[in-house]
């Protein structure tokens, strides 16, 4: 049984190099991926090239499926909106002709985000600061709070901690943004690479193989 | 053109995995063992094909190969065409896995049609006749599967004139491309493997 046509290998040749030469032109796809910040998501939405969406549909659902959040992709792909409710949200971009892409958040990366907005709130941070003031009351001078000393009233140190860890929270923030935005974009790439090319290629070959195999046995 | 999931209703879905899976039966049915490697060949070359993209003002479109596909292998496109697509699904998530029957079928339609239509054309000696039907042949395969695109796409709600004429307009590169692309690669089996178009199943006795 002739296995190997020489038409096959000249037909293998030319799509090779058609490969070769358009490899690096990729086709499209649309994606979204968001991170959250002080009470806010931003998203971003890209064809698989990574240009950005513009004008695309952005719609958020929450648990139960109603939708919760409705706008539009600016000129750079951009949609920020604040958090429009609790639980796990559900961003759809619809950029129209039937392509589509979803990202989920999590209740828990929300809530995060809750309490980084608001100090005041964390009901549990109050015994730390309550051992910090006990720290600075028995150490006397050495006072990293900086110029409330210790014999300061409760008060004022309660409010100086807290000032600082909002400082350093909003300074953190603006560091890992970047890094969030990255992380969320690679969970969300589509892996367009030549591997994978020629792992589909040796899946058709292989189902090539088997074909002639069963086919061959029947006869 | 793939579809994405979650955008079709469920009877369209249903529709074209029904349609997709009768053109595929037929389509092995008419694949003997001689077939194969010209089947896999074309798997692959339109998996590949759909890679290539050329930017349209703010969005893009891609090659679909389409034409070729159904000229050389009849109704074995449609094996080729589902296989190339579950493979950019699962690889690339192109389109989706619910929306694989309607892919195939939009593409896989138009590849059964313009075969029938040019297939004699391309096989007689006559040189321009083979130029002309590689180029329409490819022109109005992508011409085929951009309307039925449009047409699924009607039934979730987009408006199909305003639609259709939009994926057309961004599809007109593509169309003279595919139509080039067509007349190349066919006139060179016309001179060096003519037999390659010889199709051999039950109804095409019409050589």
């Known amino acids: ?219 | 053109m793939h579809i994405s999931d979650g955008v079709l209703s469920a009877p369209v879905l249903i529709a074209g995995a029904a349609a997709a899976a009768a053109g595929t039966v037929v389509g092995l049915k008419k694949m003997d063992t001689d077939k194969i490697p010209k089947v896999a060949m074309l798997t692959s070359a339109f998996f590949v094909a759909s890679l290539v993209h050329v930017p349209i003002g703010p969005a893009s479109v891609h090659l679909t190969l389409n034409g070729l596909v159904g000229i050389l292998l009849g109704w074995s496109c449609f094996p080729a065409i589902l296989v190339a697509l579950l493979l950019q699904t699962l690889l690339f998530q192109f389109g989706g896995i619910s929306v694989l029957g309607v892919n195939t079928v939009v593409m896989g339609a138009p590849a059964l049609i313009v075969y029938v239509i040019f297939n004699n054309f391309i096989k007689k000696d006559n040189n321009i006749l083979i130029v002309l039907s590689s180029f329409f042949a490819g022109v109005l395969a992508v011409l085929l599967a951009v309307l039925l695109n449009s047409y699924a796409l009607f039934f979730s709600g987009d408006e199909f004139i305003h639609l259709a004429r939009l994926l057309v307009a961004a599809h007109l590169p593509v169309m003279a491309i595919e139509g080039a692309v067509n007349v190349f690669i066919i006139t060179f089996f016309k001179k060096v493997k003519p037999e390659i178009f010889k199709i051999p199943h039950a109804i095409s006795q019409k050589t």
């Open chain 1, 1 to 219: 049984m002739k296995f190997i046509k020489r038409r096959y290998v000249v037909l293998l040749l030319i799509f090779s190099l058609y490969i070769f030469v358009t490899l690096q032109v990729f086709a499209h796809g649309v994606n979204i991926f968001a991170y959250i910040e002080d009470g806010t998501i931003y998203t971003e939405s890209y064809f698989s090239k990574g240009k950005g969406v513009i004008n695309g549909k952005i719609e958020v659902f929450d648990n139960a499926g109603m939708l919760v959040y409705e706008g539009y992709t600016d000129t750079k792909g951009g949609c920020i909106f604040n958090i429009p409710g609790t639980g796990d949200l559900t961003i759809v971009l619809d950029a129209g002709m039937g392509h589509r892409a979803t990202y989920k958040l999590k209740a828990e990366e929300l809530r995060d985000s809750y309490i980084q907005q608001d100090p005041g709130r964390s009901v549990d941070e109050e015994p730390v600061s309550e051992s910090y003031i006990s720290v600075s009351e028995k150490s006397g001078e050495e006072d990293k709070v900086g110029n409330e000393s210790a014999g300061a009233d409760r008060g004022r140190s309660d409010v100086s901690i807290e000032d600082i860890r909002k400082v350093v929270e909003e300074e953190v923030a603006k560091q890992i943004r970047p890094l969030s935005r990255n992380i969320a974009k690679l969970q969300k790439d589509t892996g367009l690479s030549a591997g994978k090319v020629f792992a589909g290629i040796g899946y058709i070959m292989g189902l090539m193989g088997l074909f002639l195999y069963f086919k061959s046995r029947r006869s």
